[in-house]
């Protein structure tokens, strides 16, 4: 091989691997770039979900609602239920809701923490109608102690 051929050759090699170098630099930029503004690649971008409205929906199937409760979520029947029915279950079970007890501000501030880490939209007008109905229905129960025994067959203790 020439000496010429040779320096050709080298040449070559040199040159891809400094595209290379280029090419892996661009990435690795692009990576920083995208942890650090995470919207800034257009990555990451949170699907907004398109769940059905009240309005869409309409009212709840009043045959569903046995005993004064709807059968199909547990939630106790009462004004706002059909939102809580249509808001509160397409992420989670009913039972999250009907387990938990709080304060009207208790709710809101449930509300708000779901707003701020899990997703939940904003309910508009609807919040109103179904913090109302969770603090009326899952209100603390505040009971400071049991309550009076009852119903007891009383026994006669034989002293002797
Ligand atoms: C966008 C989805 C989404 C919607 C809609 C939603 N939640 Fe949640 N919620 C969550 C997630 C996620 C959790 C956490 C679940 C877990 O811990 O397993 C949660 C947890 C909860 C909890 C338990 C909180 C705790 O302290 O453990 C309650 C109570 C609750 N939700 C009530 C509601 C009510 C009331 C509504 C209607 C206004 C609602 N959720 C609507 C996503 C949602």
């Given at each position: 091989?020439?000496?010429?051929?040779?320096?050709?050759?080298?040449?070559?090699?040199?040159?891809?691997?400094?595209?290379?170098?280029?090419?892996?630099?661009?990435?690795?930029?692009?990576?920083?770039?995208n942890?650090?503004?995470p919207s800034f690649l257009g990555f990451n971008k949170e699907s907004t979900?398109?769940?059905?409205?009240?309005?869409?929906?309409?009212?709840?199937?009043?045959?569903?609602?046995?005993?004064?409760?709807?059968?199909?979520?547990?939630?106790?029947?009462?004004?706002?239920?059909?939102?809580?029915?249509?808001?509160?279950?397409?992420?989670?079970?009913?039972?999250?809701?009907?387990?938990?007890?709080?304060?009207?501000?208790?709710?809101?501030?449930?509300?708000?923490?779901?707003?701020?880490?899990?997703?939940?939209?904003?309910?508009?007008?609807?919040?109103?109608?179904?913090?109302?109905?969770?603090?009326?229905?899952?209100?603390?129960?505040?009971?400071?102690?049991?309550?009076?025994?009852?119903?007891?067959?009383?026994?006669?203790?034989?002293?002797?």
């Open positions: 091989m020439h000496y010429e051929e040779f320096k050709n050759v080298v040449k070559r090699i040199y040159l891809m691997f400094s595209l290379l170098a280029v090419m892996l630099f661009i990435m690795a930029l692009g990576v920083v770039c942890m650090l503004y979900p398109t769940y059905e409205t009240p309005e869409s929906l309409g009212v709840i199937d009043r045959n569903d609602i046995k005993n004064g409760i709807h059968q199909p979520t547990g939630l106790v029947e009462g004004e706002g239920l059909e939102q809580v029915v249509v808001s509160c279950t397409p992420c989670h079970s009913a039972k999250l809701v009907t387990q938990n007890r709080a304060t009207k501000e208790g709710w809101v501030g449930i509300i708000r923490w779901m707003q701020e880490t899990q997703n939940l939209w904003d309910l508009g007008a609807n919040e109103t109608i179904i913090v109302d109905y969770l603090a009326t229905h899952y209100a603390p129960e505040n009971k400071g102690r049991r309550d009076v025994l009852s119903n007891i067959e009383w026994y006669n203790l034989d002293v002797k």
